[in-house]
Each structure stands twice: as structure tokens, then as C-alpha cells.
């Protein structure tokens, strides 16, 4: 698979539907996510290959992915500088067990992976996993 990347450089929160917030978002004490909420709204993520370097899970993470894909605007690829987190995971595997939607997944790619992709990189992965920048 080939594609523009839609790419962030610090973790992300659960997929936002409303306009980005006005006040932090904090998943851990002085850690303000809003901004990656912010790199995310109003852009097309359908199909997209999202870049990130890790998810911050919640119950409702799997759900949500699971949801975006029953929808048909879930990501076609989401790739990681770091792990994904537990719950992330498990939403995107459900999805591709019990709805046969599969979305590539790819985790552990080093920080150098997200240094060197930007918004609007192509982006290819091979079937063996292999992920290409440019």
C-alpha cells in the first residue's frame, strides 16, 4: 500500500468528533495534548495512514476505532514511533476479527521513523512490513 501520511510528533488522545478544546487535555500530570487534538481536526482521516509516536488508550479507544471503521472513515494504516497502547490495539484487532476490517498497524518504529515523516509524505508499506518514507 501507497499513501499521503497524516502525521503528528507527540502522542494522541482518544479520536475528538467536536472542535478542539479550549482547555488542556491531560492524561498525566503537566502533559497538555490539546495541540495533537488540534493537528487532527477538520482533516480527512478516511483512509489515511496515520503517524504517530504512541495512542493513549481508554475504554472508549477501541470502541472508537471499531466505530470509525464500521463507518467506513476509520485510517487504512496507523504506524507508531513507539508502542501502541493495550486497549488501541485490541479495538483495531476486534474490528479486524469480528468486522473483517483490517488496518495495518506497525509499532516500534524509532523516533528517526516520525523525524523523517511529515503530513502529506508518501508513505509505502510493504506486505512484509517494511514501511517506506518518501
Known sequence: MKKSATSVNEPTCDWEMGP????P????????????????????????IICMPTTVGSSLGGASLMGVGSLGVGPKAMLFSHHIDSVSYAGLLMDDVWNDRRV???????????????SGDTVAITEDGTVEVG
Open 20 to 23: 478542539p478544546p479550549t482547555t
Open 25 to 48: 487535555i491531560k492524561t498525566q500530570p503537566d502533559q497538555d495534548l490539546s495541540g495533537i487534538v488540534k493537528d487532527f481536526y477538520k482533516k480527512e482521516l478516511s483512509g489515511a
Open 104 to 118: 495495518i498497524t506497525i509499532d516500534l518504529l524509532g523516533d528517526e521513523f516520525l523525524e523523517a515523516v511529515k
